[in-house]
T-cell receptor, first 112, second 114 residues
Framework: AQTVTQSQPEMSVQEAETVTLSCTYDTSESDYYLFWYKQPPSRQMILVIRQEAYKQQNATENRFSVNFQKAAKSFSLKISDSQLGDAAMYFCALDSNYQLIWGAGTKLIIKP | EPEVTQTPSHQVTQMGQEVILRCVPISNHLYFYWYRQILGQKVEFLVSFYNNEISEKSEIFDDQFSVERPDGSNFTLKIRSTKLEDSAMYFC????????????FGPGTRLTVT
């Protein structure tokens, strides 16, 4: 079975600081995709960043970057220079055959 | 920028009733999905749809549920004989080229079963 685990139910960070959200996964597939989605209080799901498993280079998107460790099946999200607008639930997801397998989410709190 | 829309934003129904949740995916997208999120819990995949048929469905998506693309724009989720535990946010998503592409999510429909 394919699973995604986010072990941090809640994280907090001071504005302008850096925070890392953890995600581990399990899959028997050799080729797959990993995603981080953000869900602000409006409840809409917004893609933050995407990583292709066959690419060794870690994906980056402005202040967001990932640390993808394929052997360890780890896919953490780093948010640099945290902003108040980053406050949201963050979900890690694994693509597997036409569906996304979701983690339980991490609530990110930004302290002003 | 194109977006996925969902109606209604909030649906209240009595237990045992049937509801239809509507979604309008982005026009050039070919793959469509339904997810649900029970309050405080993680997002759960329900079903994916491509070329007018279900591609994949989860254990949650039993005979109580059905999906349909009745015309060229709408994508609906029907829930028959609703139960209290069906209360959740239901998200529709679409992609151009399958799950490996960015899934564009709609704003969700909050279903409350009383």
């Amino acid at each position: 079975a394919q699973t995604v685990t986010q072990s941090q139910p809640e994280m907090s960070v001071q504005e302008a600081e850096t925070v890392t959200l953890s995600c581990t996964y399990d899959t028997s597939e050799s080729d797959y995709y990993l995603f981080w989605y953000k869900q602000p209080p409006s409840r809409q799901m917004i893609l933050v960043i995407r990583q292709e498993a066959y690419k060794q280079q870690n994906a980056t998107e402005n202040r967001f970057s990932v640390n993808f460790q394929k052997a360890a099946k780890s896919f953490s999200l780093k948010i640099s220079d945290s902003q108040l607008g980053d406050a949201a639930m963050y979900f890690c997801a694994l693509d597997s055959n036409y569906q996304l397998i979701w983690g339980a989410g991490t609530k990110l709190i930004i302290k002003p | 920028e194109p977006e996925v829309t969902q109606t209604p934003s909030h649906q209240v129904t009595q237990m045992g009733q049937e509801v239809i949740l509507r979604c309008v995916p982005i026009s050039n997208h070919l793959y469509f999905y339904w997810y649900r999120q029970i309050l405080g819990q993680k997002v759960e995949f329900l079903v994916s749809f491509y070329n007018n048929e279900i591609s994949e469905k989860s254990e949650i998506f039993d005979d109580q549920f059905s999906v349909e693309r009745p015309d060229g724009s709408n994508f609906t989720l029907k829930i028959r004989s609703t139960k209290l535990e069906d209360s959740a946010m239901y998200f529709c998503a679409s992609t151009e080229g399958g799950a490996v592409d960015e899934q564009y999510f709609g704003p969700g429909t909050r279903l409350t079963v009383t």
